[in-house]
Nanobody, 121 residues
Framework: QVQLVESGGGLVQAGGSLRLSCAAS????????MGWFRQAPGKEREFVAS????????VYADSVKGRFTISRDNAKSTVYLQMNSLKPEDTAVYYC??????????????WGQGTQVTVSS
């Protein structure tokens, strides 16, 4: 199994940037696709981005395409989400997850605790 811990969230002004990190423990990190999801108050969980086990394939939600970049460093057992040109609509709790590469949250087996991202206008 995999244990995941997110970090890097915080408060930022619109147009600013943040980089989220998700550190994994467990010997099989490189065997999993990784995804980022977010959930705003009163809304359902939303797919953000996913990356395959080797890092050569990525998928992004249309709402973040061109602004966010997902990457991974298997040597450090860490996945990142670089967020640029942030908008107030990006405000949410961001979760990283490990599992099968998909935009559907139920395809991911393991989840972090989440990190809050707040974008002020």
């Amino acid at each position: 199994q995999v244990q995941l811990v997110e970090s890097g969230g915080g408060l930022v002004q619109a147009g600013g940037s943040l980089r989220l990190s998700c550190a994994a423990s467990g010997r099989t990190f490189s065997s999993y696709a990784m995804g980022w999801f977010r959930q705003a108050p009163g809304k359902e969980r939303e797919f953000v981005a996913s990356i395959n086990w080797s890092g050569v394939s990525t998928v992004y939600a249309d709402s973040v395409k061109g602004r966010f970049t997902i990457s991974r460093d298997n040597a450090k057992s860490t996945v990142y989400l670089q967020m640029n040109s942030l908008k107030p609509e990006d405000t949410a709790v961001y979760y990283c997850a490990a599992g099968s590469m998909s935009i559907w949250y139920k395809m991911y087996n393991y989840w972090g605790q989440g990190t809050q991202v707040t974008v002020s206008s």
